[in-house]
């Protein structure tokens, strides 16, 4: 039977330090010496999934194989480790509170006072332990969200004293940090580190590894007043200065044997090798490309960059397979509706419109997509955005005057969107949704045919509303093929445009799948697209 051994991430002095970046790069080195890893992340929010959660706030909701909307995290996790993760790799408090008030409704804890020691902390154990009794991986990853020291985070670190005292060496606790630069003094600061490893100490934890944020490299004087005062091996204070993409993390944590030192605290023979060459390649042509496009990403979210994040990777993903930087321009759906095409498009190579909910800034979208088809200029609809182009085509080919998603006009004479037979009457939003992997069928004669190389495939969705079938047959008659079809339930998942040179509608969300090492092909399609435009622009 395989012991699992368990590493924790926590972070402190300030938010967004980048906690998911280091533990996704930690699994990517652990797995190049030859261990199974599995990463999940715990969130002190309240809301049981972040599916309701407002974009500006939170960001991208991702979404994995088995339907669970998730912390963008996950995403990061994904891409780097390749190895999809479930509804069991994200857990928030709200989830926590919720699993304990059914089990005492149900009266599993006989009758006694149900407190947050020993109830809610043994809920969170069971939670993290849960990929570990599965007996597939060496390591657990835990990051958990937040900062040290918050009081919604002081559960989850009294969940991790406890679990260091019953395991011993079998956990391993890095706390990553802020160390900041003053440029008056012209001084990097550890005071903020010692605060924040004081803080976890009150709480009965001892970080194991100290990974310190900077803009400026420790010398050896800082290093060791980090470890004198903060009660760690010199060896183990580790430097995380920033770079120029996330994607260079995983080869400074290899120079800083940030893996060694993991491996060396949880008593693990450390293989002499490693391999990571195909990251490695990855890294050179990011940093070297031959080639370079710009696409336009049209959305309502543009503003905030977390809010498409696994749009942006994967692009980057699609960009490196064509060997090509990917400039990305955001063009705020709401504000092009007034604003002239030929200007906005002008220094584009493709256009890519993005997911999203609700009626803000659709007519944007929708205008984005009638320039894109008259111009021939390469387009990827995601989503909202293949709706978005089934409006269009609607309106401006068939002559359904007025063509509408009932999402967004409930009273349109003609709904090309329209929402599915069985979400109809359901008030709550939460969970409601077409959410996770489905089966798509592709028309061997199609563009996605020829670049995922299969007829049968899988990709995940979050959504609720789909095409219309009463018009499928008037839209394959007048030139937008129906392609690719779930299997199942006879749904519409992939729209092409005849007589176009790259026109791609897709009712899933194929980014949540790209990775370092499996770029989409879609993505590297597009991107390729884009590429031929610009020869022949």
Known sequence: MKKTKYIFVTGGVSSSLGKGIISASLAKLLQGRG????????DPYINVDPGTLNPYEHGECYVTED???????????ERYSNTPTSQANNVT???????????????EYLGTTVQVVPHITDEIKRCIQILGETDKFDFVITEIGGTVGDIESFPFVEAIRQMRWELGKDVAVIHLTLVPYLAAAGELKTKPTQHSVKTLLEQGVQPDIIVCRTEHSLNESLRAKIAQFCN????????????????????????EK????????????IPEKIDIENWRRFLNRLNNPLHEVTIAIVGKYVELKDAYKSINESLIHGGVANETKVNLKRIHSEHIESQSFDEAFSDIDAILVAPGFGPRGIEGKINAIKYAR????PFFGICLGMQCAVVEFGRN?????????????????YPVIDLMSNQKGIEHLGGTMRLGAYNCRLDKNSKAFELYGEIMISERHRHRYEFNNKYRKQYNENGMKTVGINPENDLVEVIELENHPWFIGVQFHPEYKSTVAKP????????AAALTHKTIK
């Open 35 to 42: 261990f199974s890893v599995t990463i999940q992340k715990l």
């Open 67 to 77: 339907g669970a909307e998730t912390d963008l995290d996950l995403g990061h996790y």
């Open 93 to 107: 408090t709200g989830r926590i509170y919720q699993s304990v008030i059914q089990k005492e409704r149900r009266g």
């Open 232 to 255: 760690v091996e010199l060896s183990s204070v580790i430097e995380s200065i920033d770079a120029k993409s996330i994607y260079e993390v995983p080869l400074q944590m290899l120079d």
């Open 258 to 269: 940030l893996d060694i030192e993991v491996l060396r605290k949880t008593n693990t023979a």
């Open 374 to 377: 008259e111009n021939k200029i």
């Open 397 to 413: 080919v068939l002559g359904l005057k007025g063509a509408h998603s009932s999402e967004m006009n409930p009273n349109t004479k």
């Open 520 to 527: 989409h092909p879609l993505f590297t399609g597009f991107i």
